[in-house]
């Protein structure tokens, strides 16, 4: 199927980005198998609303599965372990598709977070304050529990 149809049919009444069908039990699958990198960037950053805002872990969008989606900031992380050199068509796809939707995707190699997990966490959280200063035009959105 080509990128028009995702576009144009990618949104449901109720406002839900769609996904093809088929993904639900794979991204089921990999919630249930996470792989050592994606368990750090998890529980140490994005679980619980560490980071005020609620990520999804496997989000299937359109035809493709986001390792890490935040819907209120409209932004995805994905973790690229050494298969992705091969798979490099496949990135530029997702991230033109997503881009498309106003998402913006922040790509860390596994190399990274293995070896700098720090970088790796401030270079999320520095991403996440961009983004929400950009989405919201210079003020942050109040949200519940996090009034100061």
Known sequence: MNDDFWESKLISRRGHLKYLEKLRNLSRNNRKELT????FIWYEILSGRKTEYKFLRQKPI???ILDFYCKELLLAIEIDGGYHEERK???EERDKFLRNLNIETLRISTNDILHDSK???SKILT???ERKVSLFKGKTAKRKGFEK
């Open 89 to 91: 068509y496949v990135d």
């Open 119 to 121: 970088k790796a966490r």
């Open 36 to 39: 050592k990198t994606e368990r």
């Open 62 to 64: 359109g035809k493709f």
């Open 127 to 129: 991403l996440i304050n």
